[in-house]
């Protein structure tokens, strides 16, 4: 990250991957703001240097997760049930689709069969949607947040951080 003076805070995965998901929305206000006052009078270059810093700042909590989800949690590690999770929601709606056509001809794969598909794809995608969240609530990372980003304001989605960050007095 850049050369600036961060706060470091150890958080769980569930939480990183919330202020993840703050970081993004900010980044597009941010560029939504850039663009209107692009073309009014109201300076961008405090916007532009802003969104940059996002953008940093999303690079990290990004590596943090990356690192994290390599970690083995049973006999695998949270990427290979996030990419599994990822195969088993495509083969979802191509059985779902299936399951709901409307062809009149013999068709290789029945209805019926795609249904019942669905169902064993559902127990699976369930069961490691449950894996995930224990690992996400469990595992720890370590995140530095850049306090000039103001991450900590009032801004509503990222409320929680000023909590999370809060100086023991």
Sequence with gaps: MSNFKTMRKKLTLSQILSIKTCVEKLIQSTADEIIKCNSSDTSVDSLLLRYKKLGEQLVHLKEV???????????????????????????????????????????QISKSKAKALL?????????????????????????????????????????????????KK
């Design 65 to 107: 997760i990356q690192t994290a989800n390599q970690v083995k949690y049973g006999k695998t590690s949270n990427n290979t049930r996030i990419y599994t999770l990822s195969n088993l929601s495509a083969e979802r709606r191509m059985y779902e689709t299936i399951s709901k056509s409307t062809s009149k001809k013999k068709m």
């Design 119 to 167: 169902g064993v794809i559902d127990a699976q995608m369930k069961t490691i949607e449950e894996q995930l969240t224990i690992f996400n609530n469990k595992t720890k990372g370590t995140v530095y947040i850049d306090p000039t980003l103001d991450l900590l304001g009032d801004y509503q989605e990222v409320g929680f951080l000023r909590r999370l960050f809060q100086r």
